[in-house]
């Protein structure tokens, strides 16, 4: 069964502008990872949020992690062109498999 | 560091037909995971390996799909017959350790594509 899942499906951005997706999933976490997928590089791990914790942050990347809502958000400030990929939440899901949603398409026009 | 490596990248095979494929994870990483992707949707565990044991293989096709990591290093996934429903990107991850459930950082390999005609 689906745990994450990202919000909006697709964003088309340009250059400069931020792009905010967001994730929501549906019992109890102990953390919340999010990973990009492009098809260079295959899938990467950009940052990992615990759920004592509210906002994380690496580089342009900014994570937040609203437990009560059972959503988090990551935002990607000033976005380039290399931004375009497939972002994705990944959750522990039943049994604690972690489980990844549909995940976000973002595209950055240069 | 050297990334996981899969083999191979690519691969056509007919229904009914086998197919194998094999994965070197990160040198020192204890556990090890096979996805299955299929276009338009995000990667679903299919097993999950702690050195040579398996952690979890609930969603694991097991009456025609198989995994073994020997040595606790390599892995190869098998499927036996191939349906067209298989046709995905199987992506290998492996991390460090399993500190608990959901909590490990995975590193992933390039996939492999596999189309089932």
């Known amino acids: 069964s689906q745990q994450g899942e990202e919000d909006p499906q697709a964003l088309s951005i340009q250059e400069g502008e931020n792009a905010t997706m967001n994730c929501s999933y549906k019992t109890s976490i102990n953390n919340l990872q999010w990973y990009r997928q492009n098809s260079g590089r295959g899938l990467v791990h950009l940052i990992l949020?615990?759920?004592?914790?509210r906002e994380k942050h690496s580089g342009r990347l900014r994570v937040t992690l609203d437990t009560s809502k059972k959503s988090s958000s990551l935002l990607i400030t000033a976005s380039r062109a290399a931004d375009t990929a497939s972002y994705f939440c990944a959750t522990p899901g039943g049994s604690y498999i972690p489980t990844f949603g549909r995940g976000t398409s973002l595209i950055v026009h240069p | 560091e050297a990334g996981v490596a899969q083999s191979p990248r690519y691969k056509i095979i007919e229904k009914r037909q086998s197919v194998a494929f094999w994965c070197n994870p990160i040198s020192g990483h204890a556990t090890l995971y096979w996805y299955q992707q299929i276009l338009g949707q995000g990667p679903k565990l299919l097993i999950q390996f702690q050195n040579n044991g398996v952690v979890d293989d609930s969603q694991l096709p097991k009456d025609r799909f198989s995994a073994e990591r020997l040595k606790g290093v390599d892995s190869t996934l098998k499927i036996q017959p191939a349906k067209l429903e298989d046709s995905a990107v199987y992506l290998c991850?492996?991390?460090?350790?399993?500190?608990?459930?959901?909590?490990?950082?995975?590193?992933f390999g390039p996939g492999t594509r596999l189309t089932v005609l």
């Open positions: 991850a492996s991390s460090l350790e399993y500190r608990g459930p959901g909590t490990d950082t995975q590193y």
């Open positions: 949020i615990r759920s004592n914790e």
